[in-house]
């Protein structure tokens, strides 16, 4: 297997606009985070699906922001519209669920907002 | 609320000591707690797991610790290696069914030679 496949790596966009991220998670991983980096915040958890249903999204900072999950090989995280704010890395990562398991990650996406 | 912290955002060690890095929860009792590497461009990578009722876990030059009384986990790389240098988290589920995994902010460890 691939891996957990993210795009785009880099996206460059204006403030204002739309965006959406991507996400394929392993084969056969029935769990799927959203996850933000920043240098304030460090890792913070946007959301969480299980077999394709969001479980909590109790971390998506707000409306502008939205996931979905439409089948067990694909995940979309879309921002609009966009601010400078929301500039940041986001990673997309997988696991079998239960709660012993490791999750594998993606290589993420750097978000820069202008 | 509950919290996951590493307290040190930084450790700076001479190459062939032991690094040892700490990771504290608060409000909650994870079964589980597990620590990744990530370095600089790249997702973290899962290193250990450890559970509630484990003392202790080794993998090579890798010990992980679990004191449910402290509630702490020590993460030590002994005779450490530039090559070790990287930022570390740890990570667990809320405790409950939920299977979310929280991250902490990570300790950046620097290996000098």
């Known amino acids: 297997d691939a891996g957990v496949i993210q795009s785009p790596r880099h996206e460059v966009t204006e403030m204002g606009q739309e965006v959406t991220l991507r996400c394929k998670p392993i084969?056969?991983?029935?769990?799927l985070f959203w996850y933000r980096q920043t240098m304030m915040r460090g890792l913070e958890l946007l959301i969480y699906f299980n077999n394709n249903v969001p479980i909590d999204d109790s971390g998506m900072p707000e409306d502008r922001f939205s996931a979905k999950m439409p089948n067990a090989s694909f995940s979309t995280l879309k921002i609009q519209p966009s601010e400078p704010r929301d500039s940041a890395v986001y990673f997309c990562?997988?696991?079998?669920?239960?709660?012993?398991?490791?999750?594998?990650f993606g290589q993420g996406t750097r978000l820069t907002v202008v | 609320s509950q919290k996951i912290e590493q307290n040190s955002e930084a450790l700076n060690i001479q190459e062939g000591k032991t690094a040892t890095l700490t990771c504290n929860y608060t409000n909650y009792s994870p079964a589980y707690l597990q620590w990744y590497r990530q370095d600089p461009g790249r997702g973290p990578v899962f290193l250990l797991l450890?559970?509630?009722?484990?003392k202790e876990k080794r993998k090579e030059r890798l010990k992980v610790t679990f004191d449910t009384t402290l509630k702490q986990s020590l993460f030590h790389i002994t005779a450490s290696q530039p090559a070790d240098s990287a930022t570390y988290l740890c990570a667990s589920d809320y405790g409950g069914s939920q299977g979310n995994l929280i991250f902490g902010k990570g300790t950046k460890l620097s290996v000098k030679p």
């Open positions: 990562a997988s696991r079998l669920t239960g709660k012993n398991t490791e999750a594998f």
């Open positions: 084969s056969g991983h029935n769990s």
């Open positions: 450890i559970r509630e009722n484990e």
